[in-house]
């Protein structure tokens, strides 16, 4: 069983749709939560990060942390074609800049 | 500031071929990864170094593969007698001792296809 389970999708979805994309993780030692975002033939961008509970909110974007159910969720609201992307979950233990652990990516697709 | 260069983008080589891939850091970022990332399938952690010190290996790290950063700036990634199975995208990533948890900086990555 790996670490960090992510659906791979492809998920596709009309414009201005609301996008969930979720991952499950075993490891109770993971304490910070990324979500990246890559394009095709590009590397993995940083989307946003979180190490508590709970939601947290920036523009369009909101990502959910569950540690009870070791569970995090990003939501995309009025989705457009440009986000267009895979998205990859990301998880790390505490510690000095220790390695990340992601997930395999879920494909989305946002049509006009 | 250019961010995380990576060269060559793409390589093909034949099995047994020796390989080595070089990435150029954001200049202030001490920190630089590489990770591997194969079709389909999220980037796995390959090695850490912070400055010139490789702090971190993972077992995925066979013994054909070595990664160097002699003046803790560019760092190499060499891999001998390659495989079939070496064939993926090797990402370089760096970081800042300042940034937030988990924010790495990515290149746009060396392909590698392995014949």
């Known amino acids: 069983q790996k670490e960090v389970e992510q659906d791979p999708g492809p998920l596709s979805v009309p414009e201005g749709a609301i996008v969930s994309l979720n991952c499950t993780y075993s490891n109770s030692a993971f304490q910070y939560f990324m979500w990246y975002r890559q394009y095709s033939r590009k590397g993995p961008e940083l989307l946003m990060y979180t190490y508590s509970s709970g939601n947290k909110e920036d523009g369009r974007f909101t990502a959910q942390v569950d540690k009870s159910s070791k569970y995090i969720s990003l939501f995309i609201r009025d989705s457009q074609p440009s986000d267009s992307a895979t998205y990859l979950c990301a998880m790390r233990t505490a510690g000095t800049a220790s390695k990340l652990t992601f997930g395999t990516g879920t494909r989305l697709q946002v049509t006009l | 500031d250019t961010?995380?260069?990576?060269?060559?983008?793409?390589?093909?080589?034949?099995?047994?071929?020796?390989?080595?891939?070089?990435?150029?850091?954001?200049?202030?970022?001490?920190?630089?990864?590489?990770?591997?990332?194969?079709?389909?399938?999220?980037?796995?952690?390959?090695?850490?170094?912070?400055?010139?010190?490789?702090?971190?290996?993972?077992?995925?790290?066979?013994?054909?593969?070595?990664?160097e950063r002699p003046k803790g700036s560019f760092s190499t990634l060499e891999i001998q007698r390659t495989e079939q199975g070496d064939s993926a995208m090797y990402l370089c990533a760096s970081s800042s001792p300042l940034a937030g948890p988990g924010e790495l900086f990515f290149g746009e990555g060396s392909r590698l296809t392995v014949l």
């Open chain 2, 3 to 67: 961010g995380v260069s990576q060269d060559p983008r793409h390589k093909i080589t034949k099995r047994g071929q020796n390989v080595t891939f070089r990435c150029d850091p954001i200049s202030e970022h001490n920190r630089l990864y590489w990770y591997r990332q194969t079709l389909g399938q999220g980037p796995e952690f390959l090695t850490y170094f912070q400055n010139e010190a490789q702090l971190e290996k993972s077992r995925l790290l066979s013994d054909r593969f070595s990664a």
